[in-house]
């Protein structure tokens, strides 16, 4: 196996709302390349995880982090970070679609723009290619100037990550990114997910309740669970093939064979 190579380390991260704790001294590394699930019930603190990785839980009113997130060595909240280019290199989808009221070119363009001025050319190649890895161009080609909020709930989730591929990022985090599609939609996006993975260069953490799916899509696994002061914490992290099968921790034990008998 290759040497495993963090690309996020977490150390002993704390979260608050306000004066509420929400998650408590999470340490964990995110591994290069791989594909990380993030499991738990309801309401211990997946989606406020993730959204500590890339800052974006900042834009929550009164929200605290305590402790480090380091992606590749350099600690995210220290204040120097520009926070434009953090949200670039650590994207995000969410679990619903939130595509901008725009055409499906301009919603895949959109982020790129920002970065900087490009000619024409580059950026029409750009698009094309976000949308070609994003397994959509076929669907999409003869409509990249129609409304995409048009489009049906997987598209515009395979939209969704197109536009944060477009901008080259290191890692992609990923709330749920099939709960509000069908089966066959999620089954599109899971061998998307798929297809990504075997792009070693790009890092995936994913949030999901669909426990078959993180068996086939993950690489590592990290259990949360509510302790029993009701805060968040991150309860076991291991291999996903171990954490399914001979997981160490009795709580991980009765989630997943809870779910998966
Ligand atoms: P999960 O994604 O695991 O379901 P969340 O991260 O969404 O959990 O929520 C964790 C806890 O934080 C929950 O108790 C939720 O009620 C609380 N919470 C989420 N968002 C806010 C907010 N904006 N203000 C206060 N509490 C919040
Ligand atoms: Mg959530």
Same mark, same amino acid.
């Given at each position: 196996?290759?040497?495993?190579?963090?690309?996020?380390?977490?150390?002993?991260?704390?979260?608050?709302?306000?004066?509420?704790?929400?998650?408590?001294?999470?340490?964990?590394?995110?591994?290069?390349?791989?594909?990380?699930?993030?499991?738990?019930?309801?309401?211990?603190?997946?989606? =406020?995880?993730?959204?500590?990785?890339?800052?974006?839980?900042?834009?929550?009113?009164?929200?605290?982090?305590?402790?480090?997130?380091?992606?590749?060595?350099?600690?995210?909240?220290?204040?120097?970070?520009?926070?434009?280019?953090?949200?670039?290199?650590?994207?995000?989808?969410?679990?619903?679609?939130?595509?901008?009221?725009?055409?499906?070119?301009?919603?895949?363009?959109?982020?790129?723009?920002?970065?900087?001025?490009?000619?024409?050319?580059?950026?029409? /190649?750009? &698009? /094309?290619?976000?949308?070609?890895?994003?397994?959509?161009?076929?669907?999409?080609?003869?409509?990249?100037?129609?409304?995409?909020?048009?489009?049906?709930?997987?598209?515009?989730?395979?939209?969704?990550?197109?536009?944060?591929?477009? &901008?080259?990022?290191?890692?992609?985090?990923?709330?749920?990114?099939?709960?509000?599609?069908?089966?066959?939609?999620?089954?599109?996006?899971?061998?998307?997910?798929?297809?990504?993975?075997?792009?070693? /260069?790009? =890092?995936?953490?994913?949030?999901?309740?669909?426990?078959?799916?993180?068996?086939?899509?993950?690489?590592?696994?990290? *259990?949360?669970?509510?302790? /029993?002061?009701?805060?968040?914490?991150?309860?076991?992290?291991?291999? =996903?093939?171990?954490? *399914?099968?001979?997981?160490?921790?009795?709580? =991980?034990?009765?989630?997943?064979?809870?779910?998966?008998?």
């Amino acid at each position: 196996m290759n040497k495993l190579i963090p690309a996020i380390k977490v150390k002993n991260l704390s979260f608050y709302y306000h004066t509420q704790k929400i998650l408590e001294g999470v340490s964990m590394d995110i591994y290069q390349g791989k594909v990380t699930a993030i499991i738990g019930p309801s309401g211990c603190g997946k989606s =406020t995880f993730l959204k500590c990785l890339n800052r974006m839980i900042e834009l929550e009113p009164e929200a605290r982090v305590e402790g480090r997130v380091e992606f590749f060595n350099q600690n995210i909240y220290e204040r120097r970070v520009n926070l434009n280019r953090l949200r670039r290199q650590v994207s995000m989808v969410f679990s619903k679609p939130n595509l901008f009221p725009m055409s499906v070119y301009d919603n895949v363009a959109y982020g790129v723009k920002i970065v900087g001025w490009r000619p024409k050319a580059e950026l029409d /190649e750009i &698009v /094309e290619s976000a949308i070609k890895d994003a397994d959509l161009w076929d669907e999409v080609k003869n409509k990249l100037h129609k409304s995409a909020l048009d489009l049906s709930g997987g598209q515009q989730q395979r939209l969704c990550i197109a536009r944060a591929l477009a &901008v080259k990022p290191q890692i992609i985090l990923m709330d749920e990114p099939c709960f509000a599609l069908d089966t066959i939609a999620s089954v599109k996006v899971e061998s998307l997910i798929q297809s990504l993975r075997l792009r070693s /260069e790009l =890092t995936m953490v994913i949030v999901s309740h669909n426990l078959p799916q993180v068996t086939r899509l993950s690489d590592f696994t990290a *259990f949360f669970q509510n302790n /029993e002061n009701r805060i968040g914490e991150m309860v076991e992290f291991g291999a =996903t093939k171990k954490i *399914f099968t001979t997981p160490v921790d009795s709580r =991980t034990r009765d989630y997943i064979f809870a779910r998966i008998a």
